[in-house]
Nanobody, 125 residues
Framework: QVRLVESGGDLVQAGGSLRLSCAAS????????MGWFRQVPGKEREFVAA????????HHADSAKGRFTISRNNARNTVYLQMNSLKAEDTAVYYC??????????????????WGQGTQVTVSS
């Protein structure tokens, strides 16, 4: 059974930082591309960042470039999202996802095969 468990969400002031983690189990983690998406109630899920199986390819949304960084540790079956200079508009539930096409760093949510339950990030202005 595949499980993706996000952690690290919190309430933080604007300008602050958070690091989200997503621990994976039940799959050959090093074979999967991983992504982060976010969603605000009433809006569609939005791409944030993605990373290929060996970290050779990374893709960040325009809204995340220069502030967020995706990384992974295949030995720990974990993907991270370092978020700096947080803004109120970054408030959302953040989800990690796994794509069996490992070389991908896709920004399309339907490309992903497995999803976590999400972690809440709230940025106060």
């Amino acid at each position: 059974q595949v499980r993706l468990v996000e952690s690290g969400g919190d309430l933080v002031q604007a300008g602050g930082s958070l690091r989200l983690s997503c621990a994976a189990s039940g799959l050959t983690f090093s074979s999967y591309a991983m992504g982060w998406f976010r969603q605000v109630p009433g809006k569609e899920r939005e791409f944030v960042a993605a990373i290929s199986w060996g970290s050779g390819t990374k893709h960040h949304a325009d809204s995340a470039k220069g502030r967020f960084t995706i990384s992974r540790n295949n030995a720990r079956n974990t993907v991270y999202l370092q978020m700096n200079s947080l803004k109120a508009e970054d408030t959302a539930v953040y989800y990690c996802a796994a794509d069996r096409v490992g070389w991908h760093a896709s920004d399309i949510s339907s490309d992903y095969d497995y999803w976590g339950q999400g972690t809440q990030v709230t940025v106060s202005s």
